[in-house]
């Protein structure tokens, strides 16, 4: 596997695995915002961007940074219905000029409760152990490791090879595991219940937009302007930007 494919089969498994299983329908991306390239440094860099809902999965995200060697990303979200509260998938797949890789692989809880975790997130635990290697004690640098992550996260600085052959087993097993607990889940049909998962899929977007270091690194390619435009309209739609919610007030 190339450098500069490095995340390739991710995406393409991803959708295979999407279009096999559920009845998808586009969902619209903001003009502009699909599609953007970047003159800016070394290497041209491209940012591509798809999205699709359908009855079980309200919003499904991926986008795909390629700026040749100097960079290549695979990003996605996958939010459930609001009629479900199931954790949201999280992929965020980062290597920088060949010798920095990190990837973060989870289903992100929406609760932090005892019965939330037993309910959802202690099924990782199996396939958590199966991958020590691939969960390294690494600081989280932006984020509060007790918020909108599980106690079975992948997350690591690795190589290329351990990418292509360790990660992609365990995403695999993720994904499955997934779709598993999606098939199994018990539609909510309590007002007031559905409420609090509309809450949490918010909030979670809140926090996630004023933490996403990624924000400067699309500044860096794409400009201020375009890329405050993808964080709010696009990858986190349901948060507020911090000037404007100041405003509010």
Known sequence: MSYCSMYRPFLEYLEQELFKRFD???RSIPSGLEY?????GRHPATIRSWCYQCPQLRKIRYTYIDAGDSAQIFN?????????????LGIDFLSFGKVKNLIVLDFQPLFQDEAYQRKYI????????????LAQDLEMKFYDANQYFSKYLLFAKTDPETISTRLFAAYQDYLNLYWQMLEQATPLTDPEDIQLIVKAQKDYDQYS??????????SSYFGHEWSERFLYE????????????LGKK
């Open 24 to 26: 998808l329908q586009p």
């Open 36 to 40: 953007q390239v970047s003159e800016r």
């Open 76 to 88: 996605s979200v996958i939010y459930p219905s609001h009629h479900y509260d199931l954790p949201l």
């Open 122 to 133: 202690e099924q990782l635990k199996i396939l958590h152990d199966n991958y020590p290697d």
């Open 209 to 218: 937009a004023e933490r996403d270091p990624a924000s400067g690194l699309f």
């Open 234 to 245: 696009f990858l986190f739609e349901d948060a507020v930007p911090l000037a404007v919610s």
